[in-house]
């Protein structure tokens, strides 16, 4: 039943260690986005997928490398993880196109980087 | 560029007081507006939105009304619970362009009973 999955919900990992976050949509949606949120609970718009191909790049440092092997995945591989990138990680689907275009979003996946 | 500027919280009211969080937006061309929420602990859920000038979306007793001629689409609502305790989130998007969307920094919310 659930619309938006992330896996996993909490990641704790050393710096310089390489890491995956997954996301699943059952939705039927064509677009797909990762959404930052950093620890004031500002949150910004990272990469956007539509129908596997990257529609938005946001000026993110090139360790980060998403990955869309069809239209209900988008995965984010982070490496040589920093301690800045510690946050949580939103993803999100849509269909693209129209004025009431709906967002919704995973249940986010906490970074914690030591 | 486009932006959203949302009051900036937090804010603390007593059960059954009225809310207003305050948004204006900055965008070049024609938004869309959003509410989202966010409770404690979980992902961001729409709360209402509003796709043209005029227009009013409203759910849960929430309220918010698209100006264009003052760039704004302030939440309302006229008696808050204490499970409206939660960070309200104002955003835009643009229809036809990325469609990202671009959010205020965000508005902690707690009600006490």
């Known amino acids: 039943d659930t619309a938006v999955s992330q896996t996993p919900k909490y990641l704790v990992t050393q710096m310089g260690n390489d890491k995956s976050i997954k996301c699943e949509q059952n939705?039927?949606?064509?677009?797909m986005y990762w959404y930052k949120q950093d620890s004031k609970k500002f949150l910004k718009i990272m990469f956007s997928?539509?129908?596997?191909?990257?529609?938005i790049n946001e000026t993110v440092p090139n360790r980060f490398s998403p990955k869309s092997p069809d239209k209900a995945h988008l995965n984010l591989h982070i490496n040589s993880l920093e301690l800045g990138d510690s946050a949580v990680y939103f993803c999100?689907?849509?269909?693209?196109?129209?004025?009431?275009?709906?967002?919704?979003f995973g249940p986010g996946t906490r970074l914690t980087v030591l | 560029g486009n932006s959203v500027t949302q009051m900036e919280g937090p804010v603390t009211l007593s059960e059954e007081a009225f809310l207003t969080i305050n948004c204006t937006y900055t965008a070049t061309g024609y938004p869309s507006l959003f509410w989202y929420v966010q409770y404690p602990g979980e992902g961001l859920q729409l709360l209402l939105k509003?796709?043209?000038?005029?227009d009013k979306g409203s759910n849960k007793g929430f309220e918010a009304t698209y100006r264009k001629e003052t760039t704004s689409f302030h939440l309302e609502k006229g008696s808050v619970q204490v499970s409206d305790s939660a960070v309200y989130f104002c955003?835009?998007?643009?229809?036809?362009?990325?469609?990202?969307?671009?959010f205020g920094k965000g508005t902690k919310l707690t009600v006490n009973p």
């Open positions: 509003a796709t043209k000038a005029d």
């Open positions: 999100a689907s849509s269909h693209r196109g129209g004025r009431d275009n709906e967002q919704f």
């Open positions: 997928y539509n129908n596997k191909e990257l529609i």
């Open positions: 939705l039927g949606h064509d677009t």
């Open positions: 955003a835009l998007t643009l229809p036809g362009g990325s469609e990202k969307l671009v």
